[in-house]
């Protein structure tokens, strides 16, 4: 199992390949607030599937996009036809955390975005197939297990 942190090139490159072709393939699968230091803020947690399997991608911690010491500002002039709304912030803040997913998984850097993928996908392929996706010939064998018995 390959456990790593992902950077932000790799987090653009991902969500570019989840989000291509209009695939509805990602859901968000569950919030939960949480209070730390007299602040809240929120665990995010999405899935998707692509040709690796499935994921779980966790946000740890991230900010809540509307005001905490204040009253948020209410508009009536809301767009397309909506007749309050709340104004908030477009961009959040993301926390390093760690990731209870994650740490049973051996990680136990701390990050913003951890991806996780919890179901490898299989495929069945032919030999030929298997050397085209390597770039190089192959030679099977068998296990040595197999050449004890």
Same mark, same amino acid.
């Given at each position: 199992?390959?456990?790593?942190?992902?950077?932000?090139?790799?987090? $653009? %490159? &991902?969500?570019?390949? =989840?989000?291509?072709?209009?695939?509805?393939?990602?859901?968000?699968?569950?919030?939960?607030?949480?209070?730390?230091?007299?602040?809240?803020?929120? +665990? &995010?947690?999405? +899935?998707?599937?692509?040709?690796?399997?499935?994921?779980?991608?966790?946000?740890?911690?991230?900010?809540?996009?509307?005001?905490?010491?204040?009253?948020?500002? =209410?508009?009536?002039?809301?767009?397309?036809?909506?007749?309050?709304?709340?104004?908030?912030? $477009?961009?959040?803040? &993301?926390?390093?955390?760690?990731?209870?997913?994650?740490?049973?998984?051996?990680?136990?850097? +701390?990050?913003?975005?951890?991806?996780?993928?919890?179901?490898?996908?299989?495929?069945?392929?032919? &030999? $030929?197939?298997?050397?085209? %996706?390597?770039?190089? +010939?192959?030679?099977?064998?068998?296990?040595?297990? %197999?050449?004890?018995?």
């Amino acid at each position: 199992m390959n456990n790593r942190i992902i950077t932000q090139p790799q987090i $653009d %490159e &991902l969500r570019k390949e =989840i989000n291509s072709g209009g695939e509805k393939n990602v859901e968000l699968a569950s919030i939960t607030p949480f209070k730390e230091n007299g602040y809240w803020y929120l +665990k &995010l947690v999405y +899935k998707y599937e692509n040709k690796m399997g499935k994921h779980t991608v966790v946000i740890p911690k991230t900010s809540l996009p509307f005001p905490q010491w204040t009253l948020p500002n =209410i508009d009536g002039r809301g767009p397309y036809n909506v007749n309050h709304y709340m104004v908030c912030s $477009d961009m959040i803040t &993301l926390h390093s955390s760690s990731c209870d997913i994650a740490i049973e998984r051996g990680v136990t850097e +701390k990050s913003c975005y951890f991806d996780i993928v919890t179901e490898y996908s299989t495929r069945e392929m032919t &030999l $030929d197939e298997i050397e085209k %996706e390597l770039g190089y +010939k192959v030679k099977i064998i068998n296990n040595k297990e %197999e050449n004890n018995a």
